[in-house]
């Protein structure tokens, strides 16, 4: 489970950004805390960010996946990092690294990860675990040097003459088996579920696990079911298609299978079975494939996906642009699947979204749950606070509140579209 992330001289960010999941002495909507042994409180099941567009909200969930992309795997020798993207509107920001961290859980074990770099190498890099409470150093870096914790793994020392200037060495090191490293690098890498942009690919990486587990295809039936879009069941074939047959292949590139010797591909194809009782209606006539349904139909499909993956093994899903061709009320429902009745395993949903009625702190989410981003007009600078900030009464109406300006983070548009 995450803990917290923070981010700081990426995108809009110029100061440092932090989302805690972390709950605060807050005692509404306890059914959206997780216990976690030594983690005061419990933990958040899930957080929302709220603001204008172009206010930071999308830049937050890509830092997260650039601090996945960089532990996933040692980078080539000698090319630039290209996940640098420095707040560019203030010349003390313009050349200066980017620093991230991440405070998670594995396995009832607390890590904590920060990494900072530039557009040529990794400058700082730590991380930490606490057994029994207490703080222990797995490895530190500075530059090229690095000093390690004691009682550890060892073999680090090797490692480290292994890790190129531009590698996260704990990705060198989970590739090495070292145990600890490879514990959080597994957590990082697997257990963070980043959704942005076209979910389109994500069609066949579902398609594949449900042809491979039934209690997951069966559970994306029913999600499907329950989310009222007609739908009663799923069922998708993989077939082996002849890619010098395809009709859809530009010429130019009809002769890229046969110089490569790939003439052939897997090709998944998912089909819809809907809810229909008229009479004389057949099983072929209500089964329509994927491509004819609608894009909230999809959406929803490459959504639960993930986040049914999540709620069975326990991983933290974040989703950008949460609302996207999706009723309010689907995403109330899928927020309230991660509540403590029905998710074991600590799963976790972050999300942002232009959906205000999201926003409800009497039926939904607490308010250290709801976060705002808001970029100054002046500086160009984007920050991100928490409802729980401010000192409000506990019976105040939040979303009616932020439409008013109370907390900022909200769009004032003045003038038509005509100068």
């Known amino acids: 489970m995450i803990v917290d992330f923070s981010v700081k001289n990426y995108g809009p960010f110029r100061d440092e950004a932090k989302l805690s999941l972390q709950c605060t002495a807050g005692k509404e909507h306890p059914e959206n805390v997780h216990k976690v042994a030594g983690i005061k409180g419990g933990l958040l099941t899930s957080a929302a960010v709220f ?35 420095p707040f560019k509107l203030s010349p003390r920001n313009k050349g200066a690294p980017i620093s991230m961290a991440l405070t998670f859980t594995s396995d009832k074990l ?38 390690f ?5 060892t073999g680090q020392k090797a490692i480290s003459k292994m890790t190129g200037p531009n590698s996260a060495y704990l990705a060198v090191a989970a590739q090495m088996n070292n145990k600890i490293c490879l514990q959080a690098h597994q957590e990082i890498v697997n257990n963070l579920i980043v959704l942005k942009g076209d979910l389109t690919p994500l069609i ?14 069966m559970k994306m039936a029913h999600a499907l079911t329950a989310a009222d879009l007609g739908i009663k069941d799923l069922n998708a074939e993989i077939k082996k298609q002849n890619l010098i047959d395809r009709k859809d292949l530009p010429p130019q590139l009809v002769g890229i299978p046969m110089a490569t010797g790939q003439t052939s591909a897997n090709t998944p194809t998912l089909y819809m079975k809907h809810h229909v009782g008229t009479a004389g209606v057949t099983d072929a006539d209500r089964t329509f494939p994927a491509t004819v349904e609608s ?12 986040i049914i993956d999540a709620l069975q093994n326990g ?7 949460f609302g996207a061709y999706l009723h309010h009320e689907l ?17 976790q949903l972050i999300v942002n979204s232009n959906d205000l009625l999201l926003i409800d702190t009497d039926e939904l989410l607490r308010r250290d749950q709801i976060y705002f981003t808001s970029k100054d007009s002046e500086s160009g600078a984007s920050t991100l606070y928490c409802l729980s900030d401010f000192r409000i009464r506990e019976d105040l109406d939040a979303r009616k509140a932020y439409e008013l300006g109370k907390f900022g983070a909200f769009p004032f548009i003045n003038g038509g579209l005509q100068p």
């Open 204 to 217: 066949n990486t579902i398609i594949n696990k449900m042809n491979t587990n039934d209690d997951f295809k």
């Open 149 to 153: 914790g004691t009682g550890i793994v």
């Open 51 to 85: 603001g204008a567009n172009a206010s930071g909200k999308s830049k937050l969930f890509d830092a997260m996946a650039v601090l996945q992309e960089l532990v996933r795997q040692p980078a080539p020798a000698n090319i630039p990092i290209p996940a640098y993207l």
């Open 315 to 321: 991983r933290t899903v974040v989703i950008d642009d």
């Open 331 to 347: 995403c109330t429902w899928l927020i309230h699947q991660f509540g403590t009745a029905t998710n074991e395993k600590g799963a």
């Open 110 to 147: 607390l890590f904590h990860y920060d990494i900072e770099f530039n557009s040529d190498k990794i400058l700082h890099e730590s991380l930490y675990y606490y057994p029994k409470g207490q703080r222990h150093k797995v490895f530190v870096r500075a530059g090229s040097d690095f000093s």
């Open 295 to 306: 894009m909230g139909t999809m959406r929803m499909f490459t959504v639960a996906g993930p």
